[in-house]
């Protein structure tokens, strides 16, 4: 199984930061990316990071860069990574972990999602709003919808959170975060 990683949003990409300014969701997504990439490369997955650049990469060429390495490859999924977010200002109450697929996504994409949300699930990272009984969310994202592969979005806690922020502003939620997908992945990898 061929995994390819987006980390979605560049510097560009205006409004994508905490109310304080102290995270950036370019910086933290690309972060996080590099670790899922250099732990699958450790285990001998293969996976080839989407956007290499800082530099904001529109969502079709995103796609076009997925459906070109990946094509109809059954053994090749993405996993998008981003920071949620509740509003465009202000601190709010929403947080956790939750991930994205696509309302015609494949059982493939749906498998993957629960078993991402079941993980976050057991360490404790689950979010305080309601969920769709299946436990991922569906919605019409275009990095989802526009790739050929089996395609999930994670949103990894929520930036404009105070409690979400403090644990992402923390030197261990990288590799925590990175190790949730990780394991994840190689286990999905073995069973398809």
Same mark, same amino acid.
């Given at each position: ?31 996080? #990316?590099?670790?899922?990439? =250099? ?31 990946? @094509? ?21 109450? =929403?947080?956790? !972990?939750? =991930?994205?697929? =696509? ?7 749906? #498998? ?8 976050? @699930? #057991? ?13 991922? !969310? ?40 990175? @190790? ?6 190689? #286990? ?5």
């Amino acid at each position: 199984m061929r995994v390819l990683i987006d980390n979605g949003h560049g510097a560009e990409t205006a409004g994508k930061c905490s109310p304080d300014g102290r995270l950036r969701e370019w910086e933290f997504n690309r972060r996080l #990316a590099k670790a899922i990439a =250099a732990g699958l490369t450790l285990k001998g997955i293969a996976n080839t990071l989407i956007v290499p650049e800082d530099s904001d990469v529109p969502l079709r060429e995103r796609c076009a860069r997925v459906n070109a390495l990946c @094509g109809h490859d059954a053994d090749c999924v993405l996993v998008s990574v981003h920071v949620n977010a509740a509003s465009s200002g202000g601190w709010h109450n =929403a947080r956790g !972990w939750c =991930a994205f697929v =696509a309302p015609q996504a494949s059982e493939v994409s749906r #498998a993957l999602a629960r078993n991402l949300v079941e993980r976050a @699930g #057991a360490l404790g990272l689950g979010g305080n709003r309601s969920v769709p009984p299946q436990g991922y !969310w569906t919605a019409p994202l275009a990095i989802c919808r526009g790739t050929r592969c089996p395609a999930v979005l994670t949103e990894n806690m929520f930036m404009d959170n105070r409690g979400d922020l403090a644990y992402l502003l923390e030197p261990k939620a990288i590799g925590e975060l990175a @190790g949730l997908h990780i394991e994840v992945l190689e #286990a999905f990898a073995k069973r398809i």
